[in-house]
């Protein structure tokens, strides 16, 4: 088993900062996509950086917009502009004909006492993100952030059977109710991508890989046990050297 291993980059710091380093070091990347960046740059600047990778060989995914955003909102304008965010970046992240999308579904606690009116919401959404997808040919996965146990996504993945699983471990700890091992052992057979980042157990810290609780060992040994397609591996770090001691760390495990 060796799977693919990217660093994510935000990609006004991949243009402005990192892309002579990603290049020199054949650095596989997941582009983070923000409102800034999609406002900022124009799709001429996109093709110039996509044209780079694919000249030298690089592989990508990339992660769509999410900050304020939720295509399940109660609020019919809020859903409305989260789709118009979610698909500008469809548009703008295709010149790299990225491995996969990755999205968070903007569930939030406050939505706990309608849940059912935020799920009918947001598969209506979902519908529209995932048509588009496939229209460009790519791949789109459901990443885990505040939702409280796997069994509340898996009527997502039921009515979406192209929709693969982006597993954020860390994110499980410290938002959800159940562990790291359990989600992995309820929707493992979606799973496309896993979010490599560690913490103390209580807040989102996106350390190194070593630093932290999360159970990235038995997360990896079942993964061998549990051998199916190619699962990307993705270094989330907020720091250089976090980032470089995540690769090392997953370098040296496969």
């Known amino acids: 088993m060796k799977p693919l291993i990217l660093v994510s980059i935000p990609f006004e710091l991949l243009k402005e900062r990192y892309l002579k380093i990603v290049l020199e070091n054949s650095v596989n990347v997941e582009i983070s996509l923000k409102a800034e960046a999609l406002d900022s740059f124009s799709k001429k600047d996109f093709k110039k950086i996509a044209k780079l990778f694919k000249s030298n060989g690089l592989k990508t995914t990339a992660h769509l917009p999410f900050f304020d955003l939720s295509i399940g909102a109660l609020d019919p304008w809020i859903r409305k502009v989260s789709l118009k965010r979610i698909l500008l970046a469809l548009e703008r ?87 790291e091992l359990y989600w992995l052992n309820i929707l493992h057979p979606h799973l496309k991508e896993i979010h490599c980042h560690d913490n103390s157990g209580k807040v989102d810290e996106h350390l190194a890989l070593g630093k932290g609780i999360i159970k990235f060992a038995e997360i990896f040994n079942f993964l061998r046990n549990n051998p199916g397609s190619e699962i990307l591996l993705t270094v ?15 370098n040296e495990i496969f």
């Not at 409280?148 to 898996?154: C, G, I, Q």
């Open 93 to 179: 992240v295709k010149f790299f004909e990225p491995l996969n999308l990755v999205l968070h579904s903007g569930y939030y606690l406050e939505h706990y006492e309608r849940r059912e009116d935020w799920l009918k919401f947001f598969i209506e959404g979902l519908s529209q993100i995932l048509e588009t997808s496939q229209k460009l040919g790519l791949t789109l996965s459901l990443e885990n952030v505040f939702e409280p146990e796997p069994e509340f996504l898996k009527p997502v993945f039921e009515t979406f059977p192209s929709l693969f699983w982006c597993f954020d471990p860390a994110h499980a700890r410290v938002f959800s109710e159940r562990d």
């Open 236 to 250: 989330e770090a907020h720091n250089e050297k976090d980032a470089q001691l995540s690769w090392k760390y997953l």
